[in-house]
């Protein structure tokens, strides 16, 4: 019976199905099917041997892990790093798209949409010679501190200057990208709403903490969600290019310790079994945020 009913909803639908068989067989091939690699964590692998030839060790390399002297350190610096980005950086793109959304001028909110958009396209090469080029002893934002009488600093040789660096360029990035998805909210919420409230007196700050904010709750919470999901994984191309042995102690996070460890160092099982680590770790805050959003918010993935 339900093998009948799957397949005259295969007849009726097939163009559909046959629109989305490229990205089923693209997750399968780049997302699925790679995941048997991970049973390298529990190996000293050695890639002439292959995987299936490679000797199993079990939990040696998580052990090896949770001993080492970076173990704390690239925990730390993970989760502060990422929590600074999400207490700052979540926020961002809902403000500038509540903002926008009052602006009665609509050619100024194009123009400040595609001014805000930009950052996102520029790659990240660029962005990071950016950074290191304002942020130079010599370098603008050093001019300006110069002007007003202060002192001259390497900014990206100061340990404590790398996450506020970090966090900032990020929200310049990926603040306008970010408003897309809340002004598309935003649009869905019924105008009559508002039209009801200015009858009633209220004010444009009442009608954003009544009507807009409420509409758009559900998207920030499956936002919110999906962020709480990728907090331990921390932009490991921006730090790659930014950081250097002298801003280890906090540019230093998991994904960079991984890159020094597999292909610098060629430990490829021990590298494997911190990645796995650090995905069990997402995968079940994912998991947490999923069910308190439900139970608090009513608003969840599934």
Do not use: C
Not at 232 to 259: H, P, Q, R, W
């Amino acid at each position: 019976m339900l093998r009948a009913k799957l397949a005259r909803d295969l007849v009726r639908n097939k163009w559909l199905y046959l629109m989305i068989l490229p990205v089923i067989i693209y997750y399968m091939m780049f997302h699925y099917v790679p995941m048997y690699g991970a049973v390298i964590a529990f190996k000293q692998f050695i890639p002439a041997k292959g995987i299936l030839g490679s000797e199993w060790v079990g939990f040696k390399h998580f052990e090896e892990f949770f001993s080492s002297i970076y173990f704390f350190r690239v925990i730390k610096n993970t989760v502060l790093l990422s929590l600074t980005n999400l207490l700052f950086g979540f926020p961002a793109p809902i403000i500038l798209a509540l903002l926008l959304n009052e602006m009665k001028s609509s050619v100024f909110r194009r123009i400040t949409q595609t001014i805000t958009y930009m950052p996102h396209f520029i790659t990240l090469v660029v962005v990071a010679g950016i950074i290191r080029y304002f942020t130079l002893s010599d370098g603008l934002i050093n001019d300006v501190i110069a002007f007003f009488g202060g002192e001259r600093t390497a900014f990206l040789q100061q340990p404590e200057s790398f996450r506020p660096i970090y966090v900032i360029s990020e929200i310049w990035q990926q603040i306008g990208w970010g408003t897309i998805i809340y002004l598309a909210a935003i649009s869905g919420i019924d105008q009559q709403q508002y039209e009801a409230a200015k009858i009633d007196g209220a004010t444009k700050l009442q009608q954003i903490r009544h009507i807009t904010f409420p509409g758009i709750l559900p998207t920030v919470m499956i936002m919110l969600i999906l962020a709480l999901g990728n907090i331990m994984n921390v932009g490991f191309e921006k730090i790659i290019l930014l950081y250097s042995a002298s801003i280890y102690e906090t540019a230093d996070v998991i994904s960079t310790y991984v890159y020094r460890k597999g292909i610098l160092e060629f430990n490829y099982g021990y590298s494997a079994a911190v990645g796995l680590f650090n995905s069990l770790i997402n995968f079940s805050i994912l998991i947490l945020a999923n069910y308190i959003s439900k139970r608090v918010s009513k608003n969840s993935l599934w």
